[in-house]
């Protein structure tokens, strides 16, 4: 059974670009949540979607926004990258909404913005 | 705000011996907490997880130890080996917001 997929693994951006990040989820899981993660800050939570409605979001500015689609796959975009915003993106999915179903967790997608 | 607390930052044991993670947590709504485990340039992988209603849960060399009162949990992993030499994250979830609130993770390194 394929894993969690992310692309693009890696991201090379410049300041004030914008970024779209992608993850499919295993097959059958509808909700998928992504989580920053940084030396500095450790594992922060960005949003979560289950059937395409986003449930949760975490304390982001607005310029992190994300979507899900009629087959689960998911995109967050960044738009006007800044420095900080330098990080690797991670996706889980699992099988229902809510973080006591066991969520599995992509590769990431390295973002460096310069 | 740090809703979970986890220590030590790293951790340095001899192959055999045992390692101890230790976290807290200060929101009394949170009722699942599990453990991940990141391999460098991989994305983190469900370990083992407990809910406050037992005090102990055991999977091979891992067990979790937990302190409802004292809300306090732990991840004890015995006879470690070079292979378990990871970064270990604690979390916790519960409350309004159904999302994994991290620890800041704890670099384990099992010398041979």
């Known amino acids: 059974k394929a894993g969690v997929t992310q692309t693009p693994r890696y991201l090379i951006k410049t300041r004030g670009q914008q970024v779209t990040l992608s993850c499919s989820p295993i097959?059958?899981?509808?909700?998928v949540s992504w989580y920053q993660q940084t030396p500095g800050q450790g594992l922060q939570f960005l949003f979560e979607?289950?059937?395409?409605?986003?449930?949760n979001k975490g304390n982001f500015p607005g310029r992190f926004s994300g979507r899900q689609f009629s087959n689960s796959r998911s995109e967050m975009n960044v738009s006007t990258l800044e420095l900080g915003d330098s990080a690797l993106y991670l996706c889980?999915?699992?099988?229902?909404?809510?973080?006591?179903?066991?969520?599995?967790f992509g590769q990431g997608t390295r973002l460096t913005v310069v | 705000q740090q809703q979970v607390k986890q220590s030590p930052q790293s951790l340095i044991v001899q192959k055999g011996g045992i390692s101890i993670i230790n976290c807290a947590y200060e929101?009394?709504?949170?009722?699942?907490f599990p453990w991940y485990q990141q391999f460098p340039g991989k994305g983190p992988a469900l370990l083992i997880a407990?809910?406050?209603?037992?005090s102990e849960k055991k999977e091979g060399r891992f067990t979790i130890s937990f302190n409802k009162s004292a809300k306090q949990f732990s991840l004890h992993i015995m006879d470690s080996q070079p292979g378990d030499s990871a970064t270990y994250f604690c979390?916790?979830?519960?409350?309004?917001?159904?999302?994994?609130?991290f620890g800041k993770g704890t670099l384990l390194t099992v010398n041979p």
């Open positions: 097959s059958g899981h509808r909700s």
């Open positions: 979390a916790a979830v519960g409350g309004s917001n159904y999302k994994l609130t």
């Open positions: 407990i809910r406050p209603d037992v």
């Open positions: 979607y289950f059937s395409e409605t986003q449930r």
């Open positions: 929101n009394t709504a949170f009722d699942y």
């Open positions: 889980a999915s699992s099988k229902g909404p809510g973080g006591d179903t066991e969520a599995f």
